[in-house]
């Protein structure tokens, strides 16, 4: 039983370029999840998902696209990375919408931005 | 839109001493959360808070919840090292949103 995963671990873009941010669960956790966390700021929510096929915003949405095609996978798209979008991102996940479920958080993925 | 404050956001304490950290919400809400993180790792659930009144002890940590005031408390009882970390506090929105506190930032020394 891994939880949740995320991969990369670290990784460094340059400005415009595009990438995917990797989140998995295996433990059929309908509720997953995508935070940003950036020095003093806590943990800012970005999308998230109530089930599979079904997304929605958070916070901090711009410039970040999710989809959800199975229940295991969430995957965070950069449409074209910029600085301001250097950060530690995180995954979460739980077993079901909110209230009381408990979220299981991805060791996370440093991102830095050129 | 809502606001999740905590303070203080730094605390440095004597092994041995209590202390208190609080966490205000703007809206309301009656499901409170916490969590711990370590320097450099992900976040780990401590206390899942459901109602008003609600308390939950787990070692030398204990949250309470007043959903009336918006406010839930971590108290810390005889601080050991081990408790150093960073904890947050996040509120739970229409039952499918956590907004996080800024976190506070607890140093034990000796």
């Known amino acids: 039983n891994a939880g949740v995963t995320q991969t990369p671990k670290f990784q460094v873009l340059k400005t415009g370029q595009s990438m995917t941010l990797q989140c998995a669960q295996d433990?059929?956790?309908?509720?997953m999840s995508w935070y940003r966390q950036d020095p003093g700021m806590g943990l800012r929510l970005i999308h998230y998902s109530v089930g599979a096929g079904i997304t929605d915003q958070g916070e901090v949405p711009n410039g970040y696209n999710v989809s959800r095609s199975t229940t295991e996978d969430f995957p965070l798209r950069l449409l074209s990375a910029a600085p301001s979008q250097t950060s530690v991102y995180f995954c979460?996940?739980?077993?079901?919408?909110?209230?009381?479920?408990?979220?299981?958080f991805g060791p996370g993925t440093r991102l830095l931005v050129l | 839109e809502l606001k999740v404050e905590q303070n203080p956001l730094f605390l440095s304490m004597q092994e041995g001493k209590n202390y208190t950290i609080y966490c205000n919400y703007s809206?309301?809400?009656?499901?409170l959360y916490w969590y711990r993180q370590d320097p450099g790792k992900s976040l780990e659930s401590l206390f899942v808070l459901l109602s008003n009144g609600a308390v939950k002890q787990e070692g030398r940590l204990m949250a309470s919840l007043d959903t009336k005031a918006r406010l839930s408390t971590l108290h810390i009882t005889a601080a050991v090292h081990d408790l150093s970390a960073t904890y947050f506090c996040a509120v739970d929105v229409n039952t499918d949103k956590l907004i996080f506190g800024t976190g506070t930032r607890l140093q034990v020394f000796p």
């Open positions: 979460a996940s739980s077993y079901s919408i909110l209230p009381g479920g408990t979220q299981y």
């Open positions: 809206t309301t809400s009656d499901r």
């Open positions: 433990m059929n956790h309908e509720y």
